[in-house]
C-alpha cells in the first residue's frame, strides 16, 4: 500500500529539525537495506521529536512509521498499542484501499483518535476531494476534517503537526506510580543483549533500578535507558507517556517477548498490560542450509530474528532430499520471502526454501482429529472421515473496468462471490476463497490483469470441508516421498504435470528409459519420460538380411529391459530444488 507513509515522515523529520544535512536520504526511517532496495516499509520504526508552535508552545512528539502491507499488519496492531491517535493516508490518486480500511478499523479498535491525510494532492491524476469523499462514505470520517498534503513536495505539512497538537490526546499516566511499561518490539544487540522497545503507561525507569517481566518472572538491572532519533540515544530515565528503549542484560531471547509488562521489583503495578493477541502463521514453508555444517548457525539466527518479528515461528525437521532444517510459519508470501532474504543478509546464510502450504485439518474415521501442512503424515482415504482446508474472506479494490478479469481470476481459484459494492468509482469485491489458492502467483496475476490498480486485504474465515488428495510423485516405479504435495482434487491434474515434466527435464539421462509418474493412490494421473541413451547397435551392419538387424536391436531392448529392473536412479539434488523451490510451482 504505496501511499507516502515514509516520505510525508521524511517532510515532518525535516520540518522539525531532525534531520541534518548529512543524514538527509529518502524513506529515513526505513532503516533495514532490504526495505530501501523494495520502496516497503518492514518494520515499524519509533522516533522522537521536538515541536515548537508559532506561539511558542512546546510538544515532544513520538512517531512510529508503520508498515501498510497485509503480511506486516502484525507490525502496525503492536505499534497502535503504543500511540493516542494516527494519521491515516490515502493516496489522492488510488483512494482508499483495501488494507487502508483494515488499518482504520484497527485504529477504531483501540480507540484511537484519527486524523485522515489524503497524500500525493500534487500528482496529475490527483482527485483529493474524491478521496475524502471516499473515507466518509466507506469508514464514516468526516471529509471536512482531512488534511490536504503531499510528503514530495512538503504542502501541509504544518497543518499536520497542528491537528497532532489539537486532536490527538496526551497521555496520561501518573509517573509517581509503580512502574508499568509495554514492550512493543525488540532486537538482539551482540554487545547489550536484549534490547526492549517500551511505552512506558506509569511510573518512571533509570539506570540501575530492578525491573521484572511480568510472563518470565525474570528481573533485571537496567544498564541503560534512551529514545529513537530513529538511532538509540542514551538517556537519563523514561517517565510514564515516553516512547524508549531498554537494555538490562537480557541474553536469553526466551526471557522478553513482545507484549509483555515491565515492572519495578519492589514496587510492582496490580494489572499488566493486557498484551496483544498472539500472531497465528498461516502460511509454511521449509528452510534448509545449503551446507548442513550452518545448521547450528542457522537456528542461532531463527533465534535472534524471532525477537525482531514476533509474527514469525519455526520449528526443526527433516527431508529425505534436503536434510536437516526448520519448518518456519509466517502471515504471508511476502513475510516469508522477507524472513528469508533477512537470513542471507543479515546472518550470512545460504539457504533453500521449499514451496510454501497452508495447514489441513483431517477428521478420522475412529474420531480423532489432527492438523498437518506434511503430505509425509496424510492418512490413507479408507482412514479418514473428513478432510477441511482453510478458507479466507478477500477484499478487492479496484476501478470499474477490472472487474470482469479479476472476477475471472476468482473463479478459476474456485472463489465464491458474497457482494460487490460500489465506492465511488471504484469497487470492492467480497469473496470467500480456499486459502491454498492464492498462494503461488495470485498477488501477482492480480497486478497485472489491474494494471496495478486492484488492491487485495483478507481475514481468515476457518476451516471448512475440501476435497482434498495427496499426489505422490514416482521415479523408476520408485516413491520420492519428499515431493509428493496435497491440493484439492480439481486442480491434482495440472499439478502433477506440472512436477512431473520438470523432473523430466532435470534427471539425468540413463542407459534405460526412466518415467516419472504423478499418482493419486493406486492410480497414474501423469507422465513423463526421460528418454534413454541409445547405443547405435546397426553402426557395422552394411546392407544384407534384415534379420540380422532385428536380432542385434531386440538383444539391445532385453538388455535395456533388465538393467531397468536391477538399476536405480539417483535423483540429484538440483531436481529436487526445481521442484520443491516456490518459484516453479
Not at 494532492?121 to 464514516?140: F, H, K, N, Q, T
Not at 460487490?420 to 470467500?432: F, P, S, T
Request: one cysteine or more; glycine letters at 8%.
Amino acid at each position: 500500500m504505496d501511499h507516502g507513509k515514509s516520505t510525508l515522515a521524511d517532510r515532518i523529520l525535516e520540518k522539525l529539525g531532525a534531520m541534518g544535512v548529512r543524514d538527509k536520504r529518502d524513506q529515513t526511517l526505513d532503516t533495514l537495506e532490504l526495505e530501501r532496495e523494495r520502496g516497503i516499509t518492514i518494520k515499524s520504526t519509533p522516533i522522537r521529536l521536538e515541536y515548537t508552535r508559532p506561539n511558542g508552545e512546546q510538544y515532544t512528539f513520538n512517531l512510529i512509521d508503520t508498515p501498510g502491507h497485509v503480511d506486516f499488519n502484525y507490525e502496525v496492531s503492536r505499534s497502535l498499542a503504543a500511540c493516542e491517535g494516527v494519521l491515516l493516508l490515502v493516496d489522492a490518486s488510488q483512494g482508499v484501499e483495501a488494507q487502508t480500511i483494515v488499518n482504520a478499523y484497527l485504529a477504531i479498535d483501540n480507540n484511537l483518535e484519527i486524523v485522515p491525510v489524503v497524500n500525493k494532492i500534487d500528482l496529475p491524476a490527483a482527485d483529493p476531494e474524491g478521496a475524502a469523499r471516499e473515507l466518509e462514505e466507506v469508514l464514516g470520517i468526516s471529509a471536512s476534517s482531512a488534511i490536504f498534503a503531499s510528503g514530495k513536495s512538503g504542502i501541509g505539512i504544518d497543518e499536520i503537526l497542528e491537528a497532532v497538537v489539537e486532536r490527538i490526546p496526551p497521555p496520561d499516566g501518573d509517573p509517581e506510580a509503580p512502574l508499568k511499561a509495554l514492550i512493543f518490539d525488540s532486537f538482539y544487540d551482540a554487545y547489550q543483549g536484549v534490547i526492549l522497545f517500551v511505552r512506558v503507561l506509569e511510573g518512571r525507569i533509570t539506570k540501575k533500578d530492578k525491573v521484572r517481566m511480568f510472563v518470565s518472572e525474570k528481573a533485571f538491572e537496567v544498564d541503560n535507558v534512551g529514545t529513537f532519533t530513529p538511532s538509540l540515544v542514551v538517556g537519563d530515565s523514561l517517565q510514564a507517556g515516553d516512547v524508549g528503549w531498554i537494555a538490562a542484560g537480557i541474553k536469553d531471547i526466551g526471557d522478553a517477548q513482545v507484549g509483555d509488562t515491565v515492572t519495578g521489583v519492589e514496587r510492582q503495578t496490580k494489572t499488566p498490560f493486557p498484551g496483544f493477541k498472539l500472531a497465528q502463521p498461516v502460511v509454511f514453508s521449509g528452510l534448509y542450509p545449503t551446507d548442513t555444517e550452518d545448521y547450528r548457525k542457522m537456528r542461532e539466527a531463527l533465534e535472534k530474528l524471532k525477537l525482531n518479528d514476533a509474527a514469525f515461528s519455526f520449528e526443526p525437521e527433516t527431508s529425505e532430499a534436503l536434510g536437516f532444517g526448520f519448518r518456519c510459519g509466517s502471515l504471508g508470501l511476502l513475510h516469508a520471502e522477507i524472513v528469508q532474504e533477512r537470513l542471507e543478509r543479515e546472518y550470512d546464510l545460504d539457504l533453500i526454501a521449499t514451496a510454501p502450504a497452508v495447514i489441513y485439518r483431517i477428521s478420522l474415521t475412529n474420531g480423532e482429529t489432527f492438523e498437518t501442512q506434511n503430505p509425509a503424515q496424510f492418512p490413507t482415504p479408507d482412514k479418514v472421515d473428513l478432510y477441511e482446508e482453510p478458507y479466507i474472506k478477500l477484499s478487492i479494490m479496484m476501478p470499474e473496468e477490472h472487474v470482469g478479469p479479476v472476477m475471472q481470476l476468482l473463479q478459476e481459484r474456485r472463489g465464491s462471490m458474497i457482494t460487490l459494492n460500489y465506492i465511488g468509482k471504484r469497487v470492492e469485491l467480497l469473496y470467500e476463497v480456499p486459502f491454498a489458492e492464492i498462494l503461488y502467483d495470485f498477488h501477482d496475476r492480480l497486478k497485472s490483469i489491474s494494471r496495478g490498480y486492484a488492491s487485495m486485504d483478507y481475514e481468515q474465515l476457518g476451516y471448512r470441508e475440501g476435497d482434498l488428495v495427496k499426489v505422490d510423485i514416482l521415479v523408476n516405479g520408485d516413491l520420492v516421498d519428499a515431493l509428493a504435495v496435497i491440493v484439492h482434487r480439481d486442480k491434482a491434474y495440472s499439478l502433477g504435470r506440472k512436477i512431473v515434466d520438470k523432473m523430466a527435464e532435470v534427471i539425468p539421462r540413463q542407459m534405460f528409459a526412466v518415467a516419472v509418474q504423478a499418482a493419486i493412490g493406486g492410480k497414474i494421473i501423469a507422465r513423463a519420460t526421460v528418454q534413454a541413451y541409445r547405443k547405435d547397435v546397426l553402426a557395422k551392419c552394411y546392407g544384407g538380411d534384415i534379420s540380422r538387424k532385428k536380432k542385434l536391436l531386440n538383444k539391445q531392448k532385453k538388455g535395456k529391459a533388465r538393467m531397468k529392473n536391477i538399476g536405480t536412479v539417483e535423483v540429484p539434488q538440483e531436481a529436487f530444488l526445481a521442484v520443491l523451490s516456490s518459484d516453479d510451482l
